[in-house]
């Protein structure tokens, strides 16, 4: 083991058997010292001791921002108390690269994950995984966890466990699922078989809980802690070679919100698939309404027990006298289609892809407000490190959003790379399915492979993306300019670099307003 890594002995217990108990029942679990010792963990020693305040990043899977409408005490206890950003974006809308962007708080290009496998994906390609957000936070001291879902690929037979985690309970190699899964669990296989009767998100809560309740009352010692709860829903079921399946919910949430209807069908995409040569949409059945309803339903029914797991969270934190002295950020890792432009899934530059919710509340953060500016998830890192006092081992290509959060600051780019990798390596061995910029009103996105082609979309004159205006001459000066900006943005490195403000597009040359 080199130099300057200190073993840690005894930590937290990460819930194992005796935690999986009724989320009814959770609230009045009693503490206690840790009953398992952490092998294997690797943590740098304590350079200085921070004094920030405890940061708790709460991450779903696949949830679009409208979503947050079945998910109440989500929108009371952080939307209300806190600041909405209702322009918040993953750009690399897929698994894997949008949790390498909140580790490195850089783009795919920098920080090396493309996709969920192969040469270009999964946890594999991450650039040097020794050196990202735990690593930075506790060399200040900070006690830190990951419980969830991890990063595709990852396999601790060969990978070992992850450098800067001081709890540590995750998926392995790819999927978690709800009713029948495993984690790593602190060194060790947990398995959760079906017969069992646990279900993934409460699991996931009640370990969380005993983290907080650990730090916060019963540990040796008063340091800050970051606790990054990372939920599987609401992610389909998958299956061999997809996961088209829907999302399974709790049992004590099967046949809620019935009759809800989906938000996808008012959408003038619904339905309709592109005529481009879209590798990801082309050859694929049209989702049927009765499909597309039936997965809408699902999945607000999976976030049920996230939206109890949120609130959970909060009581803990409030009854532990740490609730005022905690950063929380809700957020999702990519949005989802269900049924726009005829398509179930993520990964394309369609705004349902792009788009997430993300809630923060804490100090200083002002309470029942929003922000309209563009802001992504290769900011949340940088935001992280800003509170902690910490500085990053690399160089992120985002920056600190709490000056947007307390005083409002418009201080942001105007355009913002966005590009995915390929899902299924084998069926498209390019590293890149598209790159391109979105803007507050147009989103481009030039795509490669054996039949390119360029998309572009006015949002301001078609909020719904269902018609590609790249081939119109009126808008040939709008092409060029973001083709233009694309170029600058796909090498960037650094804040600096990526984070630019280049002015007013063009008009359309018959721009009638």
């Not at 949790?99 to 920098?110: D, F, K, V, W």
């Not at 601790?156 to 978690?176: A, H």
């Not at 809630?359 to 309209?372: I, Q």
Request: aromatic share 8%; hydrophobic share 35%; with cysteine.
């Amino acid at each position: 083991m080199p130099v300057g890594w200190r073993v840690a002995a005894v930590v937290v217990a990460i819930a194992l058997g005796s935690f999986l108990l009724p989320a009814t029942s959770m609230d009045s679990q009693p503490t206690g010292p840790p009953t398992d010792a952490l092998r294997g963990a690797r943590l740098p020693p304590i350079a200085e001791q921070s004094d920030g305040p405890n940061v708790v990043l709460i991450t779903t899977d696949d949830q679009s921002p409208p979503d947050l409408r079945w998910m109440p005490r989500t929108r009371r206890l952080l939307g209300r108390q806190g600041t909405e950003m209702t322009a918040m974006l993953s750009p690399h809308p897929l698994c894997c690269p949008a949790r390498a962007e909140i580790l490195t708080g850089q783009y795919a290009h920098n920080n090396g994950v493309r996709s969920n496998a192969g040469p270009y994906g999964g946890y594999p390609a991450l650039v040097d995984p020794a050196d990202t957000l735990p690593r930075w936070l506790a060399e200040v001291g900070y006690h830190t966890a990951v419980v969830g879902k991890f990063l595709n690929r990852f396999n601790p037979q060969r990978d070992g466990m992850p450098f800067g985690w001081e709890g540590f309970s995750v998926s392995v190699k790819s999927q978690l699922g709800y009713d029948a899964f495993r984690l790593y669990t602190n060194d060790r296989m947990v398995n959760y078989p079906r017969r069992k009767g646990a279900y993934s998100t409460d699991v996931i809560t009640n370990q969380s809980l005993k983290l907080l309740r650990y730090w916060s009352g019963d540990g040796p010692e008063d340091r800050p802690f970051f606790l990054w709860t990372s939920y599987y829903a609401p992610h389909g079921v998958c299956g061999e070679g997809s996961c088209a399946e829907p999302p399974i919910p709790a049992p004590r949430h099967a046949d809620v919100l019935a009759g809800t209807r989906s938000y996808a069908f008012a959408k003038d995409s619904f339905g309709v698939t592109p005529d481009d040569p879209n590798p990801i949409v082309e050859g694929r059945p049209v989702l049927s309404r009765p499909r597309a309803q039936r997965l809408f339903l699902e999945r607000i029914r999976a976030l049920q027990a996230v939206d109890e797991g949120v609130a959970r969270i909060v009581r803990v934190l409030r009854a532990t006298g740490e609730l005022d002295d905690t950063v929380i950020l809700f957020t999702s890792d990519n949005g989802y289609l269900v049924g726009e432009h005829g398509y179930a899934g993520k990964v394309l530059a369609y705004r349902e892809s792009l788009e997430v919710p993300l809630l923060v509340r804490g100090p200083g953060v002002p309470a029942g407000e929003t922000r309209d500016d563009t802001v992504t998830t290769v900011d949340l890192a940088p935001t992280i490190v800003g509170l902690a006092g910490a500085s990053a081992g690399r160089q992120m290509d985002g920056r600190d959003l709490m000056p947007l959060l307390r005083e409002g600051t418009p201080e942001r780019a105007d355009t913002v790379l966005v590009q995915g990798g390929p899902q299924a390596v084998e069926k498209n061995p390019r590293p890149w399915l598209y790159r391109g910029v979105r803007t507050s009103r147009y989103t481009y996105a030039r795509w490669g492979g054996g039949r390119p082609f360029h998309e572009l979309y006015d949002r301001r004159r078609d909020p719904d993306e269902t018609q590609n205006l790249a081939g119109l001459p009126a808008y040939a000066p709008v092409v060029r300019e973001l083709e233009r900006r694309a170029d600058v943005l796909l090498d960037c490195t650094g804040a600096d670099d990526c984070f630019r403000t280049f002015g007013p597009v063009p008009a359309p040359l018959r721009d009638a307003g």
